[in-house]
């Protein structure tokens, strides 16, 4: 069974920077990507950073602030986050996307709330 673990989240102030971390277990599959997702309360799923075989993907609301990498044998991804806003609280979730199969795989989510 597939399990994601995300680690790195908790109280950060305005202005600071944060560093999610995502390691994959239970699986062989290849990797087609590795990524992050966040949901505030009372707003829709957004997409943070993706990274695949194909390149990376950032989200509007993330461009030039975020930069993620992920370690394929290490089956880990990693999101470094800068200048971080309040409106960056939201519990962000990993997902990891197989190659050769339609699915996705979630972690539990781990809270990141920026607060003064």
């Known amino acids: 069974q597939v399990q994601l673990v995300e680690s790195g989240g908790g109280l950060e102030h305005p202005g600071g920077s944060l560093r999610l971390s995502c390691v994959a277990s239970?699986?062989?599959?290849?990797?087609?990507?590795m990524g992050w997702v966040r949901q505030a309360p009372g707003k829709q799923r957004e997409l943070v950073a993706m990274?695949?075989?194909?390149?990376?993907k950032y989200g509007d609301s993330v461009q030039d602030r975020a930069i993620i990498s992920m370690d394929n044998v290490k089956k880990m991804v990693t999101l470094q986050m800068n200048s971080l806003r309040p409106d960056d609280t939201a519990m962000y979730y990993c997902?990891?996307?197989?190659?050769?199969?339609?699915?996705?795989?979630w972690g539990q989510g781990t809270q990141v709330t920026v607060s003064s």
């Open positions: 239970g699986t062989t599959l290849s990797i087609y990507g």
């Open positions: 990274v695949t075989v194909d390149g990376t």
């Open positions: 997902n990891l996307k197989p190659q050769g199969i339609s699915v996705t795989y």
